[in-house]
């Protein structure tokens, strides 16, 4: 047994946990060592584990966690976090409640095809939300910018190294050429780059936003949205939350993963017009929108789209026809981010 497990099973013998070795379906594969364990009182808790002390990004989600708790009661306004049941930041363990019958909007759209006003504007609500409550306590949350600056992969883009290029695969190399050889897009990518990395306008974002860290959860015939893994969070542009949203939608419709998940242009604009709509609402007069906004949310879904291609071209080792597809629209997004603002998001946003 290695010393990280050896601490693992000492930690949780400290918290009276016991692993639930019943014939619970374990959680969903992870970079993280995730288990499900009972306490004395039986019930069920969610535990977080780094596999190896380097990885910083456990204890970064509990001190996030910690924060959001500790100062804000974002539940009262239609944004849910997992409650932290125990956490120990030098250990990187964290303990959360557990959430019986969660379903990712991911598993839930797939399985409904479902795409309704209701849950854009749950999602909306409960992301302008978090966005307003910690903009309004700046000292506190913007502190919370170590670990995660998300301007890391612009960075690899606008200032390529020679160990960079040397590591680039066929795929990567031609992705990382298109968006060079686009001055748009450079100019697009250096604004969102500077902008993220301003104190001025900025919130604590989530970092990761998509439909696999937005957990329904049903629980006295109300059904809530929770939002989940917290480890890339940190001060930055609240466009960047709602542009990587986007982009995980937008993939239904320009990309989907087959004819049964596809998404038209109608539906997909009712969706994210509805959820601009609620978060628009939930920023409130004190948080209010700059101008530009949607343009800059737009154009934080083109970097996602950006993102998406450049995990598919490490991943396979020829072309890729989806990895192409996600970086044409993704240089469509940042060189006409006017145009799609207002196609997609409507007039206001």
């Not at 009182?41 to 977080?48: A, H, L, P, S, W």
């Not at 019958?101 to 849950?119: D, K, P, S, V």
């Not at 993102?307 to 020829?318: F, I, N, Q, S």
Request: charged share 25%; glycine share 10%; hydrophobic share 45%.
């Amino acid at each position: 047994m290695t010393d990280v497990r050896r601490s693992i099973n000492s930690r949780l013998a400290a918290w009276q946990l016991v692993r639930d070795e019943a014939g619970l379906r374990a959680p969903p594969p992870s970079k993280n060592l995730t288990l499900v364990c009972r306490s004395p009182g039986g019930r069920r808790v969610f535990v977080k584990a780094a596999e190896v002390w380097s990885d910083r990004g456990v204890a970064w989600e509990g001190r996030v966690l910690g924060e959001l708790s500790a100062a804000c009661r974002p539940d009262r306004e239609g944004a849910w976090l997992p409650r932290v049941i125990h956490f120990d930041e030098t250990q990187g363990l964290l303990a959360l409640d557990w959430l019986a019958g969660a379903e990712t909007l991911h598993a839930y759209h797939r399985r409904t095809r479902r795409f309704g006003a209701a849950t854009a504007r749950s999602a909306g609500q409960g992301i302008g939300a978090l966005h307003r409550l910690t903009a309004l306590d700046p000292n506190r949350f913007a502190a919370l910018s170590g670990w995660a600056s998300g301007t890391d992969f612009a960075d690899r883009i606008l200032w390529t190294s020679p160990a960079t290029y040397a590591g680039l695969t066929v795929a990567n190399a031609a992705l990382f050429g298109a968006v060079q050889a686009d001055p748009v897009a450079l100019r697009a990518l250096r604004q969102l780059r500077d902008k993220h990395s301003s104190r001025e306008g900025g919130c604590l974002v989530h970092g990761d936003l998509r439909q696999a860290n937005l957990v329904r959860v049903a629980k006295g015939g109300r059904t809530r949205l929770v939002f989940i893994d917290w480890e890339l969070a940190c001060w930055g542009d609240p466009a960047r939350d709602v542009g990587s949203l986007t982009a995980d939608y937008l993939l239904a419709w320009v990309c989907p993963e087959s004819e049964a998940v596809a998404l038209g242009r109608a539906p997909l604009r009712h969706f994210l017009r509805a959820l601009m709509s609620a978060y628009r609402r939930a920023r409130g007069e004190t948080f209010p929108f700059e101008p530009g906004f949607g343009v800059r949310v737009i154009q934080w879904a083109g970097e996602a789209l950006l993102r998406y291609a450049d995990t598919r071209g490490r991943e396979e080792a020829g072309p890729d026809a989806r990895a192409d597809r996600y970086s044409a629209w993704a240089l469509e997004l940042l060189d006409r981010p006017e145009r799609w603002a207002s196609d997609l998001l409507g007039a206001r946003a």
